[in-house]
């Protein structure tokens, strides 16, 4: 059984930068796909970035590019977020997520692509 744990996530003010991370156990995290979405009180979860299963290629959301930067160790069998400039709008708890499928590569944006979710970590941007 695969589990995604995510960390790193806190208080920042605007302007701040936070590391998150979500570490892989189970399963076979070299050959997924990755993903991070967040979800904001009384919205509904929304596409982060995400990362092919050998870092080749990656995706972002509009509203985070430039600003966010997604990678991963498959040697740690871990997924990062580099998150710069944090704006409040930013504020959500954020959830790694890993792909149904294997070799996975391209833009991987909704909900039911991704079979294995974390728990989410809270990240706070204060103005």
């Known amino acids: 059984q695969v589990q995604l744990v995510e960390s790193g996530g806190g208080l920042v003010q605007t302007g701040g930068s936070l590391r998150l991370s979500c570490a892989a156990s189970?399963?076979?995290?070299?050959?997924?796909?990755m993903g991070w979405f967040r979800q904001a009180p009384g919205k509904e979860r929304e596409f982060v970035a995400c990362?092919?299963?050998?870092?080749?290629?990656?995706y972002y959301a509009d509203s985070v590019k430039g600003r966010f930067t997604i990678s991963r160790d498959n040697a740690k069998n871990t997924v990062y977020l580099q998150m710069n400039s944090l704006e409040p709008e930013d504020t959500a708890v954020y959830f790694c997520?890993?792909?149904?499928?294997?070799?996975?590569?391209?833009?991987?944006?909704?909900?039911?692509?991704?079979?294995?979710w974390g728990q989410g970590t809270q990240v706070t941007v204060s103005s």
């Open positions: 189970g399963g076979t995290f070299s050959r997924k796909l």
């Open positions: 997520a890993q792909a149904r499928i294997n070799y996975a590569r391209g833009y991987y944006g909704t909900s039911f692509q991704y079979a294995y």
């Open positions: 990362i092919s299963w050998d870092g080749g290629s990656t």
